[in-house]
T-cell receptor, first 112, second 111 residues
Framework: NAGVTQTPKFQVLKTGQSMTLQCAQD?????MYWYRQDPGMGLRLIYY???????DKGEVPNGYNVSRLNKREFSLRLESAAPSQTSVYFC???????????FGDGTRLSIL | GEDVEQSLFLSVREGDSSVINCTYT??????LYWYKQEPGAGLQLLTY?????DMKQDQRLTVLLNKKDKHLSLRIADTQTGDSAIYFC???????????FGAGTRLFVKA
């Protein structure tokens, strides 16, 4: 019953360093998503992948890139980390449009 | 617009009912969701309702939808300390791929 697995769970970076957050799902879902959660702001969509081979920008894509490596995996990359990217990052997946999203437990990222 | 508004905090006593309210602006939303987030964890889907329904009941949970006023509520009967969490209202946008979340309501349950 793994569901959506995110690695790492915690990470501290220095400004300017790069980092890739990994996400994998074992539910054979078509769609995958990356969100960031900041206090008092709910979840904001960074990027999503409606199906394998496609990616699209969400609400706050600047400073991030994504790769849909295969149907299972969707990674998020910070090329040059900035303190404003300190946040909790959640990956989610769903079977398709309208179907509820299933979330991982998050990656807590601090950038000094 | 795609905004979702919720109050940030709610405090109830154990055994009472909790009602968490949400308003949204996208009148063409087809699916509306309630998610629960416990400390240190991701969001867990509690329940959802289609826009052509007024009410959905699932054990202690009752969802009411007033589509005319774009108002969604979640009622938790016989609230327990284990219900303490953040509750997010969300809806599917008209494009069908983006789920728009509110900022979350933190529910405190006092013993």
């Amino acid at each position: 019953n793994a569901g959506v697995t995110q690695t790492p769970k915690f990470q501290v970076l220095k400004t300017g360093q790069s980092m890739t957050l990994q996400c994998a799902q074992d539910m054979n879902h078509n769609s995958m998503y990356w969100y960031r959660q900041d206090p008092g702001m709910g979840l904001r969509l960074i990027y999503y992948s409606a199906s394998e081979g496609t990616t699209d920008k969400g609400e706050v894509p600047n400073g991030y890139n994504v790769s849909r490596l295969n149907k299972r995996e969707f990674s998020l990359r910070l090329e040059s980390a900035a303190p404003s990217q300190t946040s909790v990052y959640f990956c989610a997946s769903s079977g398709g449009p309208g179907q509820p999203q299933h979330f991982g437990d998050g990656t807590r990222l601090s950038i000094l | 617009g795609e905004d979702v508004e919720q109050s940030l905090f709610l405090s109830v006593r154990e055994g009472d009912s909790s009602v968490i309210n949400c308003t949204y602006t996208d009148s063409s939303s087809t699916y509306l969701y309630w998610y629960k987030q416990e400390p240190g964890a991701g969001l867990q889907l509690l329940t959802y309702i289609f826009s052509n329904m007024d009410m959905k009941q699932d054990q202690r949970l009752t969802v009411l939808l007033n589509k005319k006023d774009k108002h969604l509520s979640l009622r938790i009967a016989d609230t327990q300390t284990g219900d303490s969490a953040i509750y997010f209202c969300a809806h599917l946008n008209t494009g069908g791929f983006k789920t728009i979340f509110g900022a979350g309501t933190r529910l405190f349950v006092k013993a």
